[in-house]
Structure formats: C-alpha cells, structure tokens
C-alpha cells in the first residue's frame, strides 16, 4: 500500500490476497518453500528472466573492517579458538535461557579450550551481560561494539556459532563458519540456514504446537509458550561437539531431518 500511495511505478510482489490489489505485477508464491528460493524468484519476476538456482550466502565485510575486528578479538584469541555465542533475536519467544547459553559455553570452552566471545546489538548488551555473569570462566563481550562489517569478521575467525533463529546466524552461514540455530515459533523448512546441513545445524523445539510462525507475544505470554526455552543444553552440546570435531565441510546446499532426541527437543539437520 505504501509502495502504491509513493507512486512507485513497477511493484512486484507475491500474488497473495492481501497483496495483489497494490501490485503492477504479481509473483508466484510456493507455500512451503525456502525463503531464499522465495526471494530468488521474486527477483527473477522484477528483472522478467529466471536467475537459476541460488548458491550459498556470501557477505564480504569491508576491507577496513578486518583490521578493527581483529584488534576487538585481540583480547579473546590469545592463541586459543573463538566459540562465538549471539544470543539475541527480534522476538523474546525466540530467545532461549542465559543460564543454558553459558552451561554450554562453559562446557566447550573447557573441553576444547575455546575462548568464548558473545556478540549483539546495543539492545542486547543486558542479555549478554546476563550470560556472562552465569558464566565460570569470563567471556569477552562485545555486544554493542561491533559494526555489521565487523561482526561478519568475528563470525569469521570463530570455530563455531550458537545462537537462535536471527540475521546474524544467517551473517555466519555466510562467512563459512559452522552454525547451531535453536528453533522454535518459526519453521526451520522456510527460515533455516541456506547452506551444507552437515556444517549448518538446526536444533529445534518438539513441542506440539511448533512451529505457531507467530511472534508477536506480550512479555506477561512467553511463560505459556517456552518452545525454544525447552530445548534442553545436553542436546545443543551433542550438535557443537559433533560439529567441533568435524574437519571438513565441502559440499553446498541444505536440507532438513527430523529425529527424536529426548522430551523437550530435537535435532534438525
């Protein structure tokens, strides 16, 4: 609507009902397909010819970008390797418990000798700080202090991120490092990592009533809907030591299978 009242005159879009009557030329729109496929083809309908396939997710931080980065990490390396952890996402129903970030922090840091970096947004820096205090073995912090160039390099120079469903998971696909994504409101089949399944692991909520797609819960809802806070840590460190001592990643695509783990959790791979 905004886009037709601008008086924007080529507006593509998915023919979808609420959508359709704003557009000068709607886009197939596949129920159940990837996001990335999704966009692709929207993009193709705007340019009028079909893009092919799509590849694996690329960001290149600036040049410039490298140098800050590394002197941020500094401190952290130490000649030890970075277990990176970014906790924080658009919604609170997608945030699992600090308590359980730092468990397996602690954990991986100890049998591995990682140092343990946690990143966010400014917003975010209460909800590191938090992690950081359950924490036996203090992390370095950089919520709030990394530009999105800079975090793409942090994400880089680590061995292995945890996080929830969010854009920066997406950030580390792209730099090639390996992932564990926690799922919960949010279907992994449309939203999960674009790239190697074997390298990009989601770990997702069993519960019945997941994946709801809603996430716009009030702070006094979450108690009722602890999908992802169900997911126990025993199954995150299963994923992360798997993925620790895996030496090569090399083939491209992605692909989703569901096994039981135990009650609360599985893995999605």
């Known amino acids: 609507m905004l886009a037709r009242w601008a008086g924007i005159p080529k ?3 998915y023919d979808l009902p609420a959508v359709r009557p704003f557009l000068t030329k709607p886009a197939p729109y596949s129920p159940g397909g990837h996001e990335v496929q999704q966009n ?13 396939e799509p590849g694996p997710l690329e960001f290149h931080p600036q040049p410039e970008s490298f140098r800050s980065a590394e002197a941020l990490l500094r401190e952290a390396k130490d000649n030890q390797d970075v277990l990176c952890i970014h906790p924080g996402a658009g919604a ?15 954990e991986l840091a100890h049998k591995y000798r990682l140092r ?7 917003e975010e820096r209460p909800l590191a ?12 912090v950089l919520a709030g202090q990394t530009s999105l160039d800079e975090l793409a390099v942090v ?9 929830v469903d969010s854009g920066p998971l997406h950030l580390a696909v792209s ?26 692991v989601v770990v997702a909520t069993t519960m019945d009533c997941a994946p709801c797609n809603r996430l716009d819960y009030s702070p006094r809802e979450l108690a009722d809907h602890p999908c992802v806070r169900s997911i126990s840590t025993s199954a995150v460190l299963e994923v992360a030591e798997t993925l620790l001592a895996t030496d090569s990643h090399r083939s491209q695509g ?16």
């Open 11 to 13: 507006r593509v879009g």
């Open 40 to 52: 692709m083809d929207l993009v193709s309908a705007f340019l009028g010819q079909h893009l092919g």
């Open 92 to 106: 609170p129903v997608k945030l699992w418990r600090p308590e359980a970030f730092a468990q397996v922090a602690d």
């Open 116 to 122: 343990v970096v946690i990143t966010g947004s400014p």
């Open 129 to 140: 700080d938090t992690i950081a205090r359950h924490m036996s073995s203090p992390p370095l």
């Open 155 to 163: 994400l880089s120079r680590s061995r292995l991120v945890i996080g």
């Open 175 to 200: 730099q090639g490092t390996p992932t564990i994504h926690l799922f919960g409101p949010t279907d992994p089949r449309l939203f999960g990592p674009w790239g190697d399944s074997r390298k990009h």
């Open 254 to 269: 992605h692909g989703i299978m569901a096994h039981e783990n135990e009650p609360g959790s599985n893995h999605v791979t």
